[in-house]
């Protein structure tokens, strides 16, 4: 069967029964975009192709499939940059295709061209620019595989206009035949016998879940492990939910913004069972103060990560799930285990967890202040507060998105997850912008969950023209911002680091209007001032599913999130809430 | 303080790096050294008896990361097939040097009975100089620089070490492998 480059691609696409494509067409992918007319796969036609790439992330997340975004060749690929780097960060599988000036002008700074797999060199797991249509079906396939096996990761694949049109004899590989790609899958069983004896002898441990656990659908083995052992976990931001926070040895999630339990445990454990997880310099803080009494249990399923930051006394190389399983297999194998050890350490951490909890001032200021600009009322509503009623309100298996800030690290801190990939956010690159795209992404992938967004205001505007996406594609995704009319996570660092000199961080409550913006767009669009207000204004979102619903809730700018480890502070430094200050003066006397 | 900086100092280690013949390779390995802030002090590279893979031997200066996190970084590149260091004492080693020494006539005949001990040829005279080319391995190309820079330099280059794995003389693996 003779097909041409352009329809070899989007059948190769749904060889790998690929269901979505976020995209926007452009001169160069035009050929592709042919076939895509009489192909089953749902096309969503985005506003711009940063969205794109972040609703095709939004999918992964919340599915755990695969994102695919297709976009033309120069403006269109350099847009969709952002998005690769921050699934590279996250580790998302992410296939993107890009269109790309003709082979024969390649080089010449043709209309629209670009250096694409140049330029994603460094943010792609692996590129292809293909010269032969013939190669189309076979890099698919790899494209696929590298994608989301090992370490998950973003791919590109470059198509220049001519391969698209030039025909090719159809075929569908076997497999794929990469010398170079051989991700480890199980674990050395001498590693794990280590690792179990350290886990036996350890009298203060904690494990240290990381994004891995959900990569390697490892929750229920996690859980397995923990009712086995009885150690405490704590849950990264990229592993919020692997765990369940409702779980009694659920320590929630630690580093910068997390909270004092376990971030305390991990300084003050003798032992580390990094599952998944990367050591990245918001957990750690200072890395020479870091947990210095602690061995450390690394299990990866990428090499260059062990050691990278700390050195284990055990490394297990290995995708997450397979190491757990032998784990708990090797621990049951000796018979009932003895958790009597880990009491004395379980009723520190419940002490710590009772007296130091998330916390925020919840009396509102008895006077509205004058806000910066001198023109309005500061508004008293507690951001935190929003996000603990929308968790009230919606259903356990609700989708939570955030952007990034302040919003993410209290929609971290005072959401209860229950279950794994409920959670979505940009963790690595810290993606402004970030919220909207990606919660469209997840609800087209996850139709039956509700999927709500908090965003903050600063966030917001870099992303929400596609809300129009969101309507025209009857998406109905609800997004709540936290409208601190800030930058409100570079406030707070002026306030405390910067002697409260607030440079460039204003940016008004009324502008843009976001009731109107959200109307503008086919949205409903709510505005919430008051505590009163919150409670039915997220119910009157809820009952709404023909179109997307966008709550503009005006909160406290100047709310602080706490605690906090100042950047390169130890972890021992950690700064607490001003209510719980005098507290820790107390203790520690 | 002194520092060796010589090849095949502490700083130096050599890798030979197995890779698949694509285009787009070599920005790769490049790429991934300049974005993490490893530094490369010599590469090489040339296609193998098989033409899927070329082979890269890379001096990497391991002063600015350690080579355990260079080699596990360079090998989640797809492209790459095999990694393997090659320590001096197990390997191996040369390089080819180029290099136009300035000489009087005076002088000329010292030069190039230098040029006869290294084993060296000379590869043009002109007026003022003349340009030789010495191979052999990387320490020896050191001394020769070394004995030349008197007389003034007045151009050279350095193709980068390339090595390979010492053979096995033991009798009895030697047996084997015939058999």
């Given at each position: 069967m003779e097909l041409t480059g352009a329809q070899a691609l989007v059948k190769s696409l749904e060889m790998q029964e690929v269901e979505v494509i976020f995209g926007l067409p452009g001169g160069a992918i035009l050929p592709v975009y042919d076939p895509i007319i009489d192909s089953p796969i749902r096309h969503i036609l985005v506003r711009h192709e940063q969205g794109a790439g972040h609703m095709a992330e939004g999918y992964a997340h919340a599915t755990g499939r695969p994102g695919v975004a297709m976009v033309t060749s120069g403006p269109g690929a350099t847009n969709i940059v952002t998005a690769l780097a921050d699934a590279y960060m996250d580790s998302i599988p992410l296939v993107c295709v890009t269109g790309q000036v003709a082979t024969s002008s390649i080089g010449t700074d043709a209309f629209q061209e670009s250096d694409t797999t140049g330029i994603t060199l460094g943010v792609t797991k692996h590129n292809w620019l293909v010269t032969d249509a013939a190669d189309i079906p076979r890099i698919v396939r790899e494209a696929f595989h590298i994608a989301t096996t090992g370490r998950p990761g973003p791919v590109l694949i470059d198509i220049p206009k001519d391969v698209a049109t030039s025909t090719m004899d159809w075929y569908w590989p076997d497999g794929v035949d990469l010398p170079g790609y051989h991700p480890p899958s199980q674990p050395d069983p001498a590693a794990i016998h280590a690792a179990a004896e350290l886990l036996l002898a350890a009298e203060r441990p904690v494990i240290y879940a990381g994004g891995g656990i959900l990569k390697s659908r490892a929750s229920k083995t996690l859980r397995d492990l923990v009712d086995l052992t009885g150690i405490p976990v704590v849950t990264t931001l990229m592993a919020r939910g692997a765990f369940p926070d409702s779980h009694p040895l659920c320590l929630g999630m630690p580093g910068m913004h997390g909270n004092y339990t376990a971030v305390t445990a991990m300084q003050q454990a003798d032992l580390l069972v990094a599952l998944g997880s990367r050591f990245d310099d918001r957990v750690t803080g200072k890395v020479s103060a870091f947990a210095p009494r602690a061995k450390v249990i690394h299990v990866d399923i990428?090499?260059?990560?062990?050691?990278?930051v700390r050195r284990p006394e055990v490394a297990i190389l290995a995708d997450c799930r397979l190491a757990i399983e032998a784990l708990v297999e090797s621990l049951s194998a000796s018979g009932p285990l003895d958790k009597g050890r880990l009491e004395p350490w379980i009723a520190t951490l419940s002490k710590w967890q009772a007296e130091y909890p998330y916390t925020y001032d919840r009396s509102e200021p008895e006077q509205a202040e004058v806000t910066a600009n001198g023109t309005g009322r500061r508004p008293t509503l507690k951001p935190q507060f929003v996000i603990e009623r929308l968790r009230a309100l919606t259903p356990p298996d609700t989708i939570l998105v955030s952007g990034v800030g302040q919003h993410q690290m209290w929609a971290s801190q005072h959401w209860a997850f229950e279950?794994?990939?409920?959670w979505i956010n940009s963790g690595g690159l810290g993606t402004m912008g970030f919220a909207v795209p990606a919660a469209i992404g997840a609800k087209v992938g996850r139709p039956d969950r509700m999927v709500w967004a908090v965003d903050g205001d600063g966030c917001f505007q870099m992303t929400a023209q596609e809300l129009a996406t969101a309507t025209a594609e009857k998406i109905p995704v609800k997004i709540a911002i936290l409208n601190n009319a800030y930058l409100g996570m570079v406030r707070q660092w002026q306030h405390m680091f910067?002697?409260?000199?607030?440079?460039?961080?204003y940016l008004s409550p009324d502008l843009p209007d976001y009731v109107g913006w959200a109307e503008a767009m086919g949205c409903v669009g709510l505005r919430v001032e008051t505590k009163d207000e919150v409670g039915p204004a997220i119910e009157k979102a809820n009952g709404i599913d023909d179109k997307p619903v966008v709550i503009d809730f005006r909160t406290d700018s100047m709310e602080h999130v706490f605690p906090m480890v100042p950047a390169?502070?130890?972890?021992?430094d950690i700064v607490v809430h001003p209510s719980q200050r005098l507290r820790e003066s107390e203790v520690s006397q | 303080m002194t520092q060796d900086y010589r090849p095949g100092g502490p700083r130096h280690r050599l890798l030979s790096v197995l890779v698949e013949n694509k285009s787009g390779v070599l920005a790769r390995v490049a790429g991934l050294f300049s974005r993490r802030g490893y530094n490369i002090f010599s590469l090489a590279v040339a296609p193998t008896d098989d033409e899927r893979f070329s082979r890269i031997s890379i001096v990497v200066d391991v002063e600015s990361s350690p080579l355990e996190q260079v080699v596990a970084q360079l090998d989640k590149l797809i492209n790459i097939v095999e990694i393997v260091e090659l320590h001096p004492d197990e390997a191996r080693e040369a390089e080819l040097l180029l290099v136009s020494v300035t000489t009087d006539a005076s002088q000329r005949s010292q030069v190039i009975q230098l040029v006869g001990v290294f084993a060296g040829r000379i590869v043009d005279v002109g007026q003022d100089a003349i340009t030789v080319m010495v191979a052999g391995a990387p320490d020896l190309l050191d001394d020769f620089e070394s004995l030349m820079r008197p007389y003034g330099i007045a151009g050279i280059q350095r193709t980068g070490r390339i090595a390979l794995p010492k053979l096995d003389t033991s009798a009895s693996t030697a047996t084997a492998n015939i058999a």
């Open positions: 990428d090499k260059a990560e062990i050691g990278k279950y794994p990939n409920t910067y002697e409260e000199r607030y440079s460039e961080v390169g502070a130890s972890n021992d | -």
